[in-house]
């Protein structure tokens, strides 16, 4: 038997399946530095000890997408091995923040499995969770993925999809204890906006791009240890092209969207997303963002903002989908997402 | 209005303003690792805490062009968004090592502008300070860019062009407290030549050569959050090229110095410095040295030398100016600046 | 005279010469962060603290080749900067964890000297010790090179060859302090395989493969603040490219193989190496591991397996040799080390 992971495939998956997924790391300001300098990250809570103590917290969190792509790099040998898509998102909380020195690990239960029509591939549902060193759970998502199966002929068992939240409520979001914008500093922060300044509907293009090269992409994804192939061979599509990991497109997005929303500096929860076309090195990632919906929270001088965010290869400002409702060729992501914000 | 930041324009300027830029910065052990990553920077106090403590100072502090990326990075959105060119840094001084866990802000004041007289653009000149989470300047200097107006009709008050010192003398040096070279090892250090034998006129061929990656600039120049598009966006400049940030230039070209160098370890004073040429991505970087002063300081074996350092991208070693004065097409950077080494 | 260093020539050694090597370096968790965005290293001892502490060790170490790496860059300058080729390794032996805070430097003993046959080169032997902060030595090697001489005419002393252990008996292999593997947790390493699921002569083809990048290799040499030109300067060979650095090879090929070998934690002693074919960036980089030995250790629930690390440019599987004897030209890499793995 070959000792080397040839990945599940939808077959494998039943619901109710619990997989404690491999390789714990502990994250330290050699992961943080690397975040900042592979993306323009520059939200002062995630930049400042001094910022962040200030805003009630003990000292400078990870990045709220470090503690994403851990959680998520460490499910793909389990979980994407095999899979044709990555469909989708929901359910996406960030229920803690972690420090450095914090260890992290990763535990998905199967809460959906789905056969396609064409009896060749199947759709899989996984809710993630991220643990830490004391058996926290400091954030979780459901993400599902088109996944081939081994064998037409296996038999499979009902389809069973989830009732997923469109959208997280208010009362969904877990905010930060001790969090407290009630004496925030806008200069430091870098812009004057507050909760108050943004408008449902109001749409904000956020200017700058980044050209994305090879060694950058690869880096990324490697230190989050996701190991799927089509990301670093060259050799392994027949085009020659390596795909790029979504998720450095979500991070290179939210760093860039900062000019216009300096402000909102924590992510807590995740609607949905779709990674509607491929990103490839060369490609110039722009990105633009709506506001969908506002709300105020129980924590002092703490609103939240309800954001589309849409990453994008060049094209025309705001262009999201065709009139046949599919994606616009140069969208590459759209991310609906809730994010704190002094008020 | 637009929410993303326009930049300041040179009728939005006037002597006497004071800027808190935004975004402090924690920097940690990831800063430093990551700039020994991206330059060949080999100078033994800034790279081993033994080393450092047998100099008297309590560890290695992040190298010294760590601290002044920091602090000028976050000088961009509001100094040089807008600014057409790069043109002198004076009275550059370093007043006190930056260690990790260390938070630095930085803050400017401008001390002069001068419309030039096309009627479209004018020079700004700004002291720019940085500090860390003690208020205590770290570092400080004076650069002076030339900005585009946004309004030729503007009005603008008369010119102001600031007395700055052409040379700092060795009593605007400050030396780090408790530095002492009394017990220096030059075989740890690398190279066996001391403040001794240095002559003022002498030059030297640093011989080792670095051929520039896209990757690589775009990494350091985000890691200090310096966030000029023209750095990032191929799509930005006609010619499809990204400009590289002129400091990687400079940290390149010291760190290559180190070769005939070894023991210059601690720059403490930047006199002038002029980006000749523009830096594209396959360029390969080599530089130079002339001695061009020295002194005795009062701490401990502690020696100073006034340095020129020249990077090019090729050429004829020594080649500086022609004989109308321009700079040689292949010279990127002409630094003059003040550097401890062991007597 | 001039003052940058010109390496040593093959007239320059003398058996019993002991050199100590410059640039003492501090690592922290940057170098960590660093390894592991540079190559797919996914060892779970080396990823989580608390991993680490189960097994018995006080916190998580630097990865192996960390250790490797810092020893081997800081000869460079005093060792190969004037060698046509790195023959060879032997007697590696990792004898004490390196941790966070450590300050590493090396120290050299040549224990031959061989003119060739030419009269123009010669091939130097030297034992190449790691030290760290309390003068514990912390890993050891030999390593032959061969050096151009600076004078054809000069004299040399008769050719010593050092009578070197062609594999490192159990004996030999210094096992970290601590280390227990009985409480084991194979889902959180991420394969089930354990010693005793090993068989010599079996072979395992690691599937996964990585594109090497410019800027990748070149960040990986200088964090190890290895100094030859060949590895940076474009201009330097005559086809323009750079050599990658054969470490860099090692350490991907070792990352690698963790699919298949994900429980051979820590490598404890390197037998010999070659690297038989040169690299370049483009290259896509993929390996292969034969078991070649096995033993039991005293250390609870440890085992050691002797394995074949090959690492390739593409090309047939397992191939290694051709009927001449000659390594097959898509081998990069041959090396042949001991690694503790649970019982």
């Not at 491929?278 to 969908?292: H, N």
Request: with cysteine; glycine share 10%.
């Amino acid at each position: 038997m070959s000792k080397t992971n040839a990945g599940r495939f939808f077959e494998d998956y039943a619901v109710g399946q619990v997989i404690d997924h491999a390789v714990p790391r502990t994250v330290s300001g050699g992961e943080r530095a690397l975040y900042h300098a592979l993306y323009p990250a520059r939200h002062a809570l995630y930049s400042s000890d001094k910022f962040a103590q200030d805003s009630g917290l003990p000292k400078s969190p990870m990045d709220d997408l470090i503690a994403f792509h851990t959680v998520f790099g460490k499910t793909v040998p389990d979980v994407s091995l095999n899979a044709v898509a990555n469909l989708g998102y929901a359910e996406g909380r960030f229920l803690k923040p972690v420090y450095e020195g914090d260890t992290l690990r990763s535990r998905s239960e199967v809460i959906g499995t789905k056969q396609n029509s064409n009896g060749k591939t199947g759709v899989v549902y996984v809710r993630t969770q991220g643990l830490n060193q004391n058996d926290e759970v400091v954030m979780e998502y459901v993400r599902w993925v088109m996944v081939r199966k081994r064998d037409v002929d296996a038999a499979v068992p009902d389809a069973v999809v989830p009732d997923l939240k469109k959208v997280l409520g208010v009362e969904d979001l877990v905010i930060p204890e001790g969090l407290d914008f009630s004496n925030y500093d806008f200069t430091l922060a870098g812009e004057t906006h507050r909760w108050d300044d943004y408008q449902v509907g109001e749409k904000i293009d956020h200017v700058d791009g980044v050209t994305i090269e090879e060694a950058e992409h690869m880096m990324a994804t490697r230190l989050w240890q996701n190991t799927a192939k089509v990301h670093f061979d060259a050799t392994f599509r027949e085009d020659g092209k390596r795909l790029i990991y979504g998720g450095h497109v979500i991070s290179m997005a939210r760093a860039l969207s900062f000019n216009g929303l300096a402000n909102a500096q924590m992510i807590v929860g995740i609607n949905g997303g779709a990674h509607a076309n491929p990103c490839f090195a060369g490609d110039t990632v722009k990105c633009w963002t709506e506001v969908l919906d506002k709300t105020e929270t129980n924590a002092p001088g703490v609103g939240a903002l309800r954001l589309r965010l849409v990453a994008t290869k060049g094209g025309t400002p705001f262009a999201l989908k065709g009139e046949d409702g599919k994606y616009d060729p140069n969208v590459l992501l759209d991310l609906d997402y809730w994010v704190l914000i002094p008020r």
